[in-house]
T-cell receptor
Framework: GEDVEQSLFLSVREGDSSVINCTYTDSSSTYLYWYKQEPGAGLQLLTYIFSNMDMKQDQRLTVLLNKKDKHLSLRIADTQTGDSAIYFCAERLKNSGYSTLTFGKGTMLLVSP | DGGITQSPKYLFRKEGQNVTLSCEQNLNHDAMYWYRQDPGQGLRLIYYSQIVNDFQKGDIAEGYSVSREKKESFPLTVTSAQKNPTAFYLC???????????FGSGTRLTVV
């Protein structure tokens, strides 16, 4: 089955690191994605990781994938107030033809000065 | 610049009226998607289309209809049969394969 779970809310102080967690249930996932949504806007692709990788780093963003536990995390270093947004985890399944992405419900990140 | 455009940004309609939301992309993407977003619900797939003149129902297609007459365009009609149409609607597109989606900026529909 397909299900992506995220915690709903995270609050951090500016300059701290933020870690947003996601769990997925389908072991057939190939790509896992992180999207960012600012208020009243669409979703912006932040980064993605292929299922045969354990880690991917892109500037302040680090994605960690634990396939055994089906756990994905997004770490934002030196979090800024501009990082306040909703973050969505999404998975794409393997060998399902032209599949769609399945999204979690999103984690609202609030960064205080 | 290539992108995906949704219009209008805000839309108000009276209950019982059909309304069509526009989605246009110039990214030469094959596939297009419509999602509905409600507070605390995340994104739920309404319809998607892999190629022109073909589309499939998503998880919550009841009360909605779509067409895909051109590669660039994928309009969504919210019909009077949709019981709770007030929501934020997001259109997205992608190329064939494993890339992530490109999203439009959304249309907020309010039915009064």
């Amino acid at each position: 089955g397909e299900d992506v779970e995220q915690s709903l809310f995270l609050s951090v102080r500016e300059g701290d690191s933020s870690v947003i967690n996601c769990t997925y249930t389908d072991s057939s996932s190939t790509y896992l994605y992180w999207y960012k949504q600012e208020p009243g806007a669409g979703l912006q692709l932040l980064t993605y990781i292929f299922s045969n990788m354990d880690m991917k780093q892109d500037q302040r963003l680090t994605v960690l994938l634990n396939k055994k536990d089906k756990h994905l995390s997004l770490r934002i270093a030196d979090t800024q107030t501009g990082d306040s947004a909703i973050y969505f985890c999404a998975e794409r399944l393997k060998n399902s033809g032209y599949s769609t992405l399945t999204f979690g419900k999103g984690t609202m990140l609030l960064v205080s000065p | 610049d290539g992108g995906i455009t949704q219009s209008p940004k805000y839309l108000f309609r009276k209950e019982g009226q059909n309304v069509t939301l526009s989605c246009e992309q110039n990214l030469n993407h094959d596939a297009m998607y419509w999602y509905r977003q409600d507070p605390g619900q995340g994104l739920r797939l309404i319809y998607y289309s892999q190629i022109v003149n073909d589309f499939q129902k998503g998880d919550i297609a009841e009360g909605y209809s779509v067409s895909r007459e051109k590669k660039e365009s994928f309009p969504l009609t919210v019909t009077s049969a949709q019981k709770n149409p007030t929501a934020f609607y997001l259109c997205a597109s992608s190329i064939w394969g494993y890339d992530g989606y490109t999203f439009g900026s959304g249309t907020r529909l309010t039915v009064v």
